[in-house]
Nanobody, 125 residues
Framework: QVQLVESGGGLVQAGGSLRLSCAAS????????MAWFRQAPGKEREFVAA????????YYLDSVKGRCGMSRDNAKNTVNLQMNSLAPEDTAVYYC??????????????????WGQGTQVTVSS
């Protein structure tokens, strides 16, 4: 079983950047397909980005394509989400998730077994 802890959230002005990290313990992140989801107030949880177990494939929500990059750092046992050109609509709690059920990527939250507690991202206009 893996435990996930997100960090790197905060308050940033529109157009700014943040780098979110998800630190894993208990198991190595290389054992899982990983993803980031987000949930804004009053809205359902939304897929943001995913990376395959090998790290060779990534997939992004259309609205973040070209602005975000997800990566693995197996040496540090983390996955990261670099977010650029942030906009107020990116404001949400961002969650890291791990799946033992798939080796590729998926935007389906139901396929992810393990979740972090989330980190708040607030983008001011």
């Amino acid at each position: 079983q893996v435990q996930l802890v997100e960090s790197g959230g905060g308050l940033v002005q529109a157009g700014g950047s943040l780098r979110l990290s998800c630190a894993a313990s208990g198991r190595t992140v290389s054992s899982y397909a990983m993803a980031w989801f987000r949930q804004a107030p009053g809205k359902e949880r939304e897929f943001v980005a995913a990376i395959s177990r090998s790290g060779g494939s990534t997939y992004y929500l259309d609205s973040v394509k070209g602005r975000c990059g997800m990566s693995r750092d197996n040496a540090k046992n983390t996955v990261n989400l670099q977010m650029n050109s942030l906009a107020p609509e990116d404001t949400a709690v961002y969650y890291c998730a791990a799946s033992s059920k798939i080796t590729t990527w998926s935007s389906w939250a139901s396929l992810y077994d393990y979740w972090g507690q989330g980190t708040q991202v607030t983008v001011s206009s």
